[in-house]
């Protein structure tokens, strides 16, 4: 399994006084940062309010905005990566930077929540602009 690198750099002219990351991942990580049609990295960058980039050709996701942003899509992208192994469980104590909301959802009313393949889970998700 390939580790995560990360390289920090300066930003072109036109984009200073904003932060850059460039983060390298193998393929498979790189298609499900992706996702379908480019959906997963557009809500990745629509909920932490930073730019992504994802070039494919190299398997570099570059990540363009203010440090909270930029923090936010690292967070955000990562807990995504997580979830091409298995289930998430996010710790409330831990992984809350102001930006988590939680609700316990009973077992048998679980396949309510995300609808048929998963389709009402992804519509709240774009009407809330969560995650």
Do not use: M
């Amino acid at each position: 399994e390939e580790e995560e690198e990360e390289e920090e750099y300066e930003a072109p002219a036109a984009s200073r006084g904003t932060a850059c990351e460039r983060l390298q991942f193998d393929d498979a990580d790189t298609a499900f940062i992706l996702g379908k049609n480019g959906k997963t990295k557009q809500k990745i960058a629509r909920v932490s309010g930073a730019k992504v980039e994802l070039h494919e050709r190299n398997n570099t996701v570059e990540i363009t905005g203010t440090k909270e942003e930029v923090k936010k899509a690292k967070k955000y992208i990562a807990l995504i990566q997580a979830q091409r192994i298995g289930p998430v469980c996010v710790d409330v104590k831990t992984d809350d930077d102001d930006d988590l909301i939680t609700i316990d959802v009973p077992s048998d009313c679980v396949g309510f929540v995300t609808g048929t393949q998963g389709n009402f889970l992804r519509s709240c998700e774009e009407e809330w602009g969560t995650l």
